[in-house]
């Protein structure tokens, strides 16, 4: 690991299709509008941070501007 990775803070790996998901979907994401594959995929990001499920459980809402990805 280099320093200006470590002074730029800690990043996290996203796959191409979880990147994919993230430009192609709005901040805030019913989560009934998703098919199967994307459920899947957004139960991934939610693990690792990138979204967070809303207090109503009905919306994924992107926690993006908190985390370096």
Do not use: C
């Not at 796959?15 to 139960?43: G, M, P, V």
């Not at 967070?52 to 501007?65: A, E, F, G, H, W």
């Amino acid at each position: 690991m280099k320093i200006h990775q470590l002074l730029s803070g800690i990043r996290m790996p996203i796959t191409n299709e979880e990147h994919r998901f993230i430009e192609n979907h709005n901040t805030d994401i019913k989560i009934s509008s998703l098919d199967d594959h994307d459920q899947w995929i957004a139960q991934g990001l939610v693990r690792k941070g990138v979204y967070r499920i809303s207090k109503d459980n009905n919306t994924l809402v992107n926690n993006l501007n908190e985390n370096n990805i």
